[in-house]
């Protein structure tokens, strides 16, 4: 079958070809690929003819092609910091809107999803990213836009890459990349079941329950756990960097997608999976990880003081009391 008509061209979708020959040629590939492995290789139907990877003798990703042309990654090259002092990790909770960002010290910052919004507000900056969420790039390239052109390390998956590069050609990213990957769904290689799973696991990799597929990681070389939020996912990221002490910024979990995020209004909300999500995969997974981190001396703080988590699980502060602690030699410091 000859392809060039279908072939994507910098980035920017077809050059001729229209919306329709696209999306049959996308389907096209994802068939021979699903005809030509297992059920177990489907989470990676959609990447097989875009991406290349290259691993290390243990397995990490280190190199990564996208048609050809190399995609710079920091894997490999960025080590964890065990670097002292807080961090903040800002979701996109609606109480982010009654935080006043002016009088809160910020050195470091993780910010997910539409976090970068924040800066309509206060020029907070952002150290550090984490995007796994295929639907938000489709539905908010603006903010998309934003974060890779930020002088930040974004934390994405192959997929959310590809999406990306739909719409942004490789040289419109300033950012840095660490690719991650689903530790239960690596990429090219076979879906791990529990009893697989289980096989991985070690001082560094933590299995909750023999029968579910959730868990912590301390290592993001060897992956990360899904828990259906990406606050999850940032916070494997922030204690495989070091960091001892985190405050967590609207994570809120309350209003089951009813209210829109700090940066949406109703007419313009996306979706939202926390009413199936939280009972069977959000709550459990950071009720089981607190126990991981007190005993590797990580103190995680929520500062929504009305978020579904339980104190329980991690103690809720008002933000204030940050502004308390000796912290106004900090700074706030301007976006790139």
Same mark, same amino acid.
């Given at each position: 079958?000859?392809?060039?008509?279908?072939?994507?061209? +910098?980035?920017?979708?077809?050059?001729?070809?229209?919306?329709? =020959?696209?999306?049959?040629?996308?389907?096209?590939?994802?068939?021979?690929?699903?005809?030509?492995?297992?059920?177990?290789?489907? @989470?990676?139907?959609?990447?097989?003819?875009?991406?290349?990877?290259?691993?290390? $003798?243990? &397995?990490?990703?280190? $190199?990564?092609?996208?048609? +050809?042309?190399?995609?710079?990654?920091?894997?490999?090259?960025?080590?964890?910091? @065990?670097?002292?002092?807080?961090?903040?990790?800002?979701?996109?909770?609606?109480?982010?809107?009654?935080?006043?960002?002016?009088?809160?010290?910020?050195?470091?910052?993780?910010? *997910?999803? &539409?976090?970068?919004?924040?800066? #309509?507000? *206060?020029?907070?900056?952002?150290?550090?990213?984490?995007?796994?969420?295929?639907?938000?790039?489709?539905?908010?390239?603006?903010?998309?836009?934003?974060?890779?052109?930020?002088?930040?390390?974004?934390?994405?998956?192959? =997929?959310?890459?590809?999406?990306?590069?739909?719409?942004?050609?490789?040289?419109?990213?300033?950012?840095?990349?660490?690719?991650?990957?689903?530790?239960?769904?690596?990429?090219?290689?076979?879906?791990? #079941?529990?009893?697989?799973?289980?096989?991985?696991?070690? $001082?560094?990799?933590?299995?909750?329950?023999?029968?579910?597929?959730?868990?912590?990681?301390?290592?993001?070389?060897?992956?990360?756990? #899904?828990?259906?939020? *990406?606050?999850?996912?940032?916070?494997?990221?922030?204690?495989?960097?070091?960091?001892?002490?985190?405050?967590?910024? +609207?994570?809120? =979990?309350?209003?089951? +997608?009813?209210?829109?995020?700090?940066?949406?209004?109703?007419?313009?909300?996306?979706?939202?999976?926390?009413?199936?999500?939280?009972?069977?995969?959000?709550?459990?997974?950071?009720?089981?990880?607190?126990?991981?981190?007190? $005993?590797?001396?990580?103190?995680?703080?929520?500062?929504?003081?009305?978020?579904? =988590?339980?104190?329980?699980?991690?103690?809720?502060?008002?933000?204030?009391?940050?502004?308390?602690? &000796? @912290?106004?030699?900090?700074?706030?410091?301007?976006?790139?």
């Amino acid at each position: 079958m000859d392809t060039t008509a279908f072939r994507l061209h +910098g980035g920017h979708g077809f050059s001729e070809s229209p919306s329709v =020959l696209r999306k049959l040629s996308e389907a096209v590939f994802r068939m021979f690929y699903r005809a030509t492995h297992g059920r177990s290789h489907r @989470h990676s139907d959609r990447l097989w003819h875009h991406i290349k990877l290259e691993r290390d $003798a243990h &397995g990490a990703i280190r $190199a990564m092609s996208y048609r +050809g042309q190399p995609v710079p990654l920091v894997n490999g090259k960025l080590k964890p910091l @065990h670097k002292p002092g807080p961090v903040h990790l800002i979701t996109t909770g609606p109480s982010i809107s009654q935080i006043d960002y002016r009088r809160l010290p910020i050195e470091t910052a993780i910010g *997910v999803n &539409g976090a970068m919004a924040l800066y #309509d507000r *206060v020029p907070v900056r952002f150290d550090y990213y984490c995007i796994i969420d295929t639907n938000f790039v489709k539905s908010r390239r603006d903010l998309v836009e934003r974060v890779i052109s930020q002088d930040l390390t974004l934390f994405i998956t192959p =997929l959310v890459l590809l999406y990306m590069l739909k719409f942004f050609t490789l040289e419109m990213f300033r950012c840095k990349i660490f690719m991650l990957e689903d530790i239960c769904a690596p990429t090219f290689a076979p879906a791990r #079941d529990c009893q697989t799973l289980a096989a991985c696991t070690d $001082a560094d990799v933590h299995q909750f329950r023999p029968d579910a597929m959730l868990g912590y990681s301390f290592d993001m070389t060897r992956g990360y756990f #899904d828990s259906k939020t *990406v606050a999850y996912t940032a916070l494997q990221v922030l204690t495989w960097l070091g960091y001892k002490e985190i405050y967590i910024h +609207g994570m809120d =979990l309350n209003n089951r +997608g009813a209210l829109p995020r700090f940066y949406e209004s109703r007419e313009t909300m996306q979706p939202s999976s926390l009413e199936q999500d939280f009972d069977a995969h959000i709550e459990p997974s950071f009720r089981y990880a607190q126990a991981l981190l007190l $005993a590797r001396g990580v103190q995680v703080v929520n500062l929504s003081l009305t978020s579904a =988590l339980d104190s329980a699980i991690f103690p809720k502060q008002h933000w204030s009391s940050l502004c308390d602690r &000796g @912290h106004l030699t900090q700074r706030h410091r301007s976006a790139a």
